[in-house]
């Protein structure tokens, strides 16, 4: 029996167009359910592999929570970045006490081109009181043992 004739039947045993509607109204809901299933099934069917392929990233087969991995590599990572602000400062240290011992050496080389300068000084009077004296005594230096 066809749709039609169904209806045409509930109005003529029922009697009154209400049944009728019922009747329609009824049909037309389980065909558009039937159409709505048909429509999302695929769409579901897709959905559910993104998400297994989601579950797969994961959960791949770790002993251990996704989550929790990422929270212990941030914790890892302020760690390392701790280390290396320490070592920044320990460089900065190091850099400061580099320029100082530079400062020092730039003094000392002063003092060694000082003490140079005075003993060229020195050396040149000695040659010239030298001639000097060889000069006034022809004698002079006396031979070694004199």
Do not use: C
């Not at 109005?11 to 999302?40: F, M």
């Not at 920044?88 to 300068?117: K, P, S, T, W, Y």
């Amino acid at each position: 029996m066809t749709f039609m004739e169904q209806a045409a039947e509930q109005v003529a045993t029922s009697g009154g167009l209400l049944g009728a509607l019922g009747t329609v109204l009824g049909t037309a809901a389980v065909v558009a359910l039937g159409l709505a299933a048909r429509w999302l099934k695929p769409r579901l069917d897709e959905l559910l592999g993104k998400t297994e392929k989601v579950r797969e990233h994961v959960a791949n087969d770790h002993k251990t929570n996704l989550r929790n991995d990422v929270d212990g590599l941030g914790s890892k990572l302020d760690a390392v970045l701790a280390g290396v602000a320490e070592m920044r400062r320990d460089i900065g240290g190091l850099r400061e006490e580099n320029r100082q011992q530079r400062a020092e050496l730039e003094g000392v080389r002063g003092d060694v081109r000082r003490v140079q300068d005075t003993a060229e000084s020195a050396r040149r009077e000695a040659a010239t009181a030298s001639r000097r004296l060889r000069d006034l005594d022809p004698a002079y230096p006396p031979p070694d043992g004199d």
